[in-house]
């Protein structure tokens, strides 16, 4: 293996649903709404899409701006869409299914539509470095939902060992030269050489 990108192209079958709200203006609209948001969010989610709160002005829901936010807050009270999840973001609201996107996913997804490309790489690579443990492959930044151009993933990397706050992010290579980067608050050198081999060299040898 060598260092090129991967892209993802894998689809997902798109899900249609019935956006037809009440036109009445009743509690039962209202209700009826806060459940088309759901269901317009599990269906975004099943697509692989992150929902934002401005989403919620364009068709088909088409709120007006002062529904937006009692209406997520509606939504987090209705206990058959208790799968909604709802994160603050820096500059928006997100929301998703957790049946149908991890929230680890969802992380990685917030970082790049806020478009932190510092805090993306690094935050990944923490999490996958705590939660597993494993060194992320940097080619990973090249598949959904980064989609990071090679090129501009080593320009933002360079950067990124230049500062500070990114001290821990370390970086470790396979006998075959390929790249895998690690938090060192989370793994240990050796550990993280060991493991980059074995994912890159000894998995394939040892099946």
């Given amino acids: ?123 990944t690579v923490r999490e996958e470095s705590r939660l597993y443990p494993r060194p992320t492959d940097v080619r990973l930044f090249g598949k959904a939902p980064f989609k990071l151009p090679k090129e501009e993933f080593y320009k933002v990397y360079e950067q990124l060992k230049k500062k500070e706050e990114y001290s821990d992010i370390q970086e470790t290579r396979a006998s075959n030269n390929a790249l895998y980067l690690y938090s060192d608050k989370f793994l240990k050198k050796a550990h993280a050489a060991s493991l980059a081999e074995w994912i890159e060299v000894e998995a394939e040898q040892n099946p």
């Fill in 1 to 123: 293996m060598n260092d090129e990108f991967i892209e993802d192209e894998s689809t997902k079958e798109e899900i249609e649903s019935d956006y037809s709200p009440d036109n009445e203006d009743t509690l039962e609209q209202v209700q009826d709404k806060a459940a088309l948001i759901g269901i317009f969010i599990r269906d975004k989610s099943y697509e692989g899409i992150l929902v934002n709160a401005e989403d919620l002005l364009d068709e088909p829901l088409s709120l007006e701006v002062d529904e937006v936010l009692p209406m997520i807050d509606e939504l987090k009270s209705r206990e058959e869409f208790s799968d909604i999840c709802i994160v603050n973001g820096a500059e928006k609201i997100y929301m998703f299914s957790e049946n149908y996107m991890t929230k680890n996913y969802s992380k990685m997804m917030i970082l790049v539509e806020e478009k932190d490309l510092f805090k993306t790489i690094a935050e």
